[in-house]
């Protein structure tokens, strides 16, 4: 890549920093779906995963390296401490890659140096210059992190990078770690980089924020007037605490005010060239695959991808939109991939209109999830008369989730109305393939039906969310339910579509015990083995 693009690219860490978001723990057939979509969407580099962090998450970025990272693929990038074991193992996570990238990342800021790693300027100085030179032994495509970058002294903050870079960094990245700054200084920041380091011109400029402040994206923006040209963002602005810089919002400020960003980038005003590689055309899609996978309900208010961002209820809206949809709009709602309802497919089409429907929605499915998905596409189809491309994606998504394939739900029946106690009968077939059968009374149906589960699985538990959402309007519409469960410190989550709200309860909360389950299983393994 040139040091000085003529365009911004996009480094995409949800598989990385937005998994790192409470409850959005993905399993390795999980990340590869979304490193899939990522390719489609076409982001630049993919930040897989921490290689050195567990198995789990060194064979994720190794199998991603292996099946995303093609001749005309993403670059691959795995994460590593400033540390030699942390370095070698990412080095051996992205081999199968054609363009692989190691980042390192030291903390820079004086508090941070003084409570975390207890060292000294001296020391990280060193230490930077040291594991970045190592780093380089195994590829070229070389990042370095100074982290807590926004509360560092930037004098300090020079000679890190100027070191760095002469030891092999290509890419230096500027994170504000913990979400404090704000737009102008975070601009003078990425100003005052570009000024007094000497040799800055041989490393693209990078940065990474949290929105703690609701800042991240505006962040972001301000660097790149300022010399920045790698922005590292997440699909929904998923990340630790309040979240990362959300990839649609930047994509699309990008793309709908190109022409004021134009000059900084040194291109003429008027140009219409695209400022990113992104196909803008794949955000929704990519965003609710991310929302069904993580369990990370998409406010409807959110810009760009929220249910609501093309929505119009006040009547001199209304009229406007009829009339012209730019007094309203500033952007098409299809540029993001979201197109009108349409009856795509009913109950007499057969498989290959089905497959070739999927595909053209971006679907590569192996035929058994293909054979699964038409069974539950042929028997939404008996009970609802339109089928669209968004039932479809809800039906798909909902029968390729890679859940541990432990209890399974056989059948559930609920009893309930104004003046009678909510029943439920719920039978589940156990990982050892017995059927077990239970009941219980609730305060309402699903209450009734998660209490029957309960006694039937005898996993402790406590549901922190429940969320119910509409695919579609109307009264046949498919609901989409969202589970999330808390064990001890961690959370699992569930989802389940289905034409009937109380099945994809039942079904929603059974993958969340699956979850759970399965990594309690796995931690006892652990325990035995050592």
Same mark, same amino acid.
């Given at each position: 890549?040139?040091?000085?693009? &003529? ?11 937005? &998994?790192? +978001? ?54 691959? +990038? ?35 140096? @003084?409570?975390?790693?207890? @060292? ?13 030179? =190592? ?8 990042? %370095? ?103 649609? &919002? ?10 004021? %960003? ?18 803008? @055309? ?45 007094? =309203? ?10 197109? &009108? ?21 971006? %679907? ?51 009893? +309930? ?48 969310? %429940? ?64």
């Amino acid at each position: 890549m040139k040091t000085n693009p &003529e365009r911004i690219i996009i480094f995409d860490t949800t598989l990385r920093d937005g &998994e790192q +978001c409470p409850g959005a723990t993905l399993n390795i057939e999980e990340k590869l779906t979304i490193a899939k979509q990522l390719a489609r969407l076409g982001v630049d580099i993919i930040e897989a995963g921490f290689a050195f962090a567990s198995a789990g998450d060194f064979e994720a970025v190794s199998k991603i390296a292996q099946t995303v990272g093609t001749e005309n693929g993403p670059v691959i +990038c795995s994460l590593a401490r400033a540390k030699q074991d942390d370095i070698k193992a990412a080095a051996e996570a992205i081999k199968p890659a054609v363009k692989g990238r190691i980042h390192t990342f030291l903390a820079t800021s004086d508090i941070h140096l @003084k409570y975390k790693l207890r @060292k000294t300027r001296e020391e990280v100085l060193s230490i930077a210059e040291e594991m970045v030179a =190592y780093a380089k032994s195994f590829t070229h495509d070389i990042e %370095f992190s100074p982290e807590d970058a926004g509360r560092s002294d930037p004098e300090f903050l020079y000679q890190v990078l100027e070191r760095v870079i002469a030891a092999g960094a290509t890419t230096v990245n500027i994170p504000d770690t913990v979400g404090y700054t704000t737009p102008s200084e975070f601009g003078g920041l990425i100003k005052g980089i570009k000024a007094n380091v000497p040799n800055i011109d041989q490393a693209i400029i990078s940065v990474h924020g949290h929105n703690d402040l609701g800042l991240a994206v505006a962040n972001f923006l301000e660097a790149v007037k300022n010399g920045a040209r790698q922005l590292e963002c997440t699909i929904n602005g998923i990340g630790e605490r309040a979240g990362n810089a959300a990839l649609e &919002e930047l994509v699309m400020a990008l793309h709908v005010r190109r022409q004021y %960003f134009n000059p900084f980038l040194g291109r003429d005003v008027d140009s219409e060239a695209a400022l990113t590689n992104i196909d803008t @055309k794949q955000i929704y899609k990519t965003s609710r695959l991310v929302s069904n996978l993580t369990g990370m309900l998409v406010q409807p208010n959110k810009a760009i991808v929220g249910t609501n961002a093309f929505a119009h209820e006040s009547g001199i809206h209304q009229d406007g939109v009829l009339k012209n949809k730019l007094t =309203y709009e500033i952007m098409d709602a299809q540029s993001i991939g979201l197109t &009108e309802n349409q009856i795509v497919l009913g109950k007499h089409s057969g498989r290959n209109a089905f497959r070739t429907r999927l595909k053209e929605l971006g %679907f590569e499915m192996s035929d058994n999830d293909l054979n699964k998905a038409f069974v539950r596409f042929k028997e939404v189809a008996d009970k609802k008369k339109e089928i669209t491309d968004w039932d479809l994606e809800a039906l798909v998504n909902d029968e390729i989730q890679q859940t541990p394939d432990l209890f399974k739900l056989e059948l559930v029946q609920v009893s +309930c109305g104004s003046n009678s106690s909510p029943t439920a009968t719920v039978t589940l077939r156990n990982p050892q393939g017995e059927e077990l059968t239970d009941a219980a009374i609730g305060t309402g149906p699903v209450d009734a039906v998660y209490k029957a589960i309960n006694r039937v699985v005898n996993v402790p538990n406590n549901l922190i969310e %429940f969320s119910v959402q509409s695919v579609t309007a109307g009264i046949d519409a498919i609901g989409e339910v969202t589970i999330r469960l808390k064990y001890e410190d961690k959370i699992y989550s569930g989802r389940s579509a289905n034409t009937d709200i109380i099945v994809a309860s039942a079904q929603a909360y059974v993958n969340a015990l699956n979850k759970l389950y399965g990594a309690l299983l796995n931690k006892q393994k652990q325990q035995v083995t050592a």
